[in-house]
């Protein structure tokens, strides 16, 4: 009998363990996004630009972080890149904010998402992700 509900212990967890794997991997193709990681020797770090009319993002700062961290999302237009600040988020340490969307633009442009330290001092350790679908 203690054979039996060892194997379908194990059984059960193996498929938990595979539907988990399988969730993960259909969220990351569903919803495909760039990451960023700001590092506490760092002020400000820049993911990969994406392209399309508005763009959402979301970080975390860590709550080993010195600082607060600015997530912002910035578009490039005449040869240079524009913050949108009506979507600027300011993350406190061992904070998560889940969701932030740029405003619509007339035409496509590149975006990309800028994390930034309050101070400029560096010591905040965050990462963030910008969406391109």
């Not at 506490?40 to 392209?51: I, T």
């Not at 975390?60 to 600082?67: I, L, P």
């Not at 890149?81 to 932030?100: I, L, R």
Request: proline share 2%; hydrophobic share 40%.
């Amino acid at each position: 009998m203690f054979r039996r509900s060892k194997r379908v212990t194990t059984r059960f967890a193996a498929f938990v363990l595979v539907f988990m794997l399988l969730g993960t991997v259909a969220f990351a193709i569903q919803y495909p996004n760039y990451r960023v990681d700001l590092y506490e020797d760092a002020n400000v770090a820049y993911s990969s630009s994406v392209y399309g009319y508005y763009k959402e993002f979301a970080a975390t700062n860590y709550s080993f972080s010195a600082d607060n961290v600015y997530a912002r999302a910035q578009y490039y237009k005449n040869g240079t890149w524009t913050t949108d600040w009506s979507s600027a988020v300011k993350v406190p340490p061992g904070a998560t904010f889940d969701f932030s969307r740029t405003v619509y633009l007339q035409y496509e442009h590149s975006w990309r998402l800028r994390l930034s330290t309050q101070y400029g001092n560096g010591g905040s350790r965050a990462v963030g992700w910008i969406w391109y679908r």
